[in-house]
């Protein structure tokens, strides 16, 4: 008896955890390099159905950690490479970043950033290359299995080179 509460209280303290790092960089970089090397070994089966089935498994399993460690979609702090900077025929601002992870999370029409605001200044001043800290959004699918709208047209892009969209709420050089 004592030991089936001591499993049940392990696993609530796993699952605490894990809702604590929900949303955090790290948990979100853990996810995509999990799910990009789970494509690469799947991609690698010489046997076209046992690579399909794999295949599908990663793609099912990638959506379901994403909702996981994506939670509602907000991100406060994370660690970010500026990787472009530019703007729309409308001036308003698109910023492409690289978390540690290699995944690229980018502004996008209409999230673009607005000429005159605070976002838009820090934006001006960015230099490609630069780490930053950044909070946003993970812009939601309308939808789709997939929780966050990301832009790869292939699961492979998904998995290997994944950008989402994102609504920024601050950056900060």
């Known amino acids: 008896m004592a030991r089936s509460k001591i499993a049940l209280l392990a696993a609530a303290m796993v699952a605490l955890a894990t809702q604590a790092q929900a949303g955090t ?8 390099e999990e799910n990009r090397d789970a494509y690469k070994g ?3 089966l010489d046997n076209e159905i046992a690579r399909k089935a794999a295949l599908d498994r990663t793609v099912a399993d990638n959506l379901t ?11 406060k702090d994370w660690q970010a490479r500026v990787k472009k900077v530019s703007t729309h025929f409308d ?7 690289e978390l540690p992870c290699a995944a690229i999370i980018k502004t996008s029409q209409p999230s673009g950033i607005n000429p005159g605001s605070k976002l838009f200044d820090v934006a001006a001043g960015l230099k490609v290359g630069k780490r930053i800290e950044v909070d946003g959004q993970l812009m939601p699918t309308k939808k789709g299995p997939h929780p966050f709208m990301e832009l790869s047209v292939f699961d492979e892009g998904r998995f290997v080179s994944p950008e989402f969209v994102v609504v920024l709420a601050d950056l900060r050089p």
């Not at 960089?25 to 995509?32: A, D, L, M």
């Not at 001036?91 to 970043?97: D, F, P, Q, T």
């Open 42 to 44: 799947a991609a690698k």
């Open 25 to 32: 960089e790290k948990s979100f970089c853990q996810v995509i």
């Open 91 to 97: 001036g308003s601002a698109s910023i492409e970043l």
């Open 65 to 75: 950690k994403l909702k996981t460690v994506g939670g509602d979609g907000a991100f």
